[in-house]
């Protein structure tokens, strides 16, 4: 029996669709049109704020929703807002506390906005170069725990931010959804914004049945949407746990990982399925 047509694919962006230096190569802004050429659907989603993906709709032609802080907002490819899930805002302030008493650096982010309180912390350079955007810096996170889209905790002790996942999912439970994006980021959003959930959404926006639709990413993060989607593949870059928790792994992310996958294991899929139609043996 052939196997299911794959109709939509959804990947990650850091460490997944650009390079370490956040470049989107050639050969990946091919890769997502020979997708579009094959009627496949391609849709993108991040921890990044939806301002945060815009550089990358033009070269690949995006028009299906931008999901922007992992599910927390759903975007149009004009940037505005089609749906968001903010964290409920009692909750928010004990959540910048927890990640504090952990030692991260917190970073808030709330509608368009990027707050911070030190402009010298780490990663605030990386992120603002990722993001092309800068941050506003705040003394105090309380005019701004209202209406929040995610906060991040952020720490160069990979093992305090494990640490500091794990406390905010004991202490908040099923209020947030608590997950590394990178090693050095702990994310909090609202607990139906997860990339598991941005799988549901494009699922029932399209009307696509999951094992329809297939997935690509390299962080723990990306392990709820490779359960939702009915073709999982990780990046040669992931850890070993995020591809054990996939389907078919791809090279990495510095070695055109993300075009590989489409050519290997969307695009070769869709052409034996088609044969197989045909009664090509």
Do not use: C
Not at 78 to 87: A, F, G, L
Not at 154 to 163: F, G, N, R
Not at 228 to 248: C, K, T
């Amino acid at each position: 029996m052939a196997p299911p047509p794959i109709r939509l694919l959804l990947a990650d962006v850091d460490g997944t669709l650009v390079t370490q230096d956040k470049v989107l190569t050639d050969r990946a802004i091919a890769a997502v049109a020979k997708l579009g050429q094959a009627g496949i659907l391609f849709a993108i989603t991040s921890g990044r704020p939806p301002r945060g993906m815009s550089m990358l709709i033009e070269p690949l032609q995006l028009s299906t929703p931008i999901a922007a802080f992992n599910g927390g907002v759903f975007a149009r490819p004009d940037m505005s807002v089609i749906e968001q899930r903010v964290i409920p805002d009692d909750v928010t302030p004990a959540v910048i506390e927890v990640l504090g008493t952990h030692g991260m650096d917190v970073w808030v982010y709330r509608g368009a906005d990027w707050f911070i309180r030190d402009p010298q912390g780490p990663h605030v350079a990386r992120e603002t170069r990722t993001v092309k955007f800068d941050p506003t810096v705040i003394e105090s996170f309380a005019s701004v725990s209202d209406g929040v889209a995610k906060v991040v905790g952020v720490s160069d002790d990979y093992d305090a931010v494990q640490k500091a996942v794990d406390a905010v999912r004991e202490r908040f439970g099923d209020h947030v959804s608590a997950a590394r994006s990178q090693p050095y980021y702990a994310d909090v959003t609202h607990p139906q914004a997860n990339k598991g959930a941005v799988v549901k959404y494009l699922s029932k926006t399209y009307q696509i049945p999951a094992e329809e639709i297939a997935t690509i990413g390299d962080q723990p993060n990306d392990v709820l949407m490779f359960a939702h989607s009915g073709l999982s593949i990780a990046m040669g870059n992931a850890s070993h746990e995020v591809q054990e928790a996939a389907r078919r792994v791809t090279t990495s992310n510095e070695d055109e990982g993300f075009a590989n996958a489409v050519e290997r294991f969307i695009l070769a899929l869709t052409r034996r399925r088609k044969d197989h139609d045909k009664g090509v043996p």
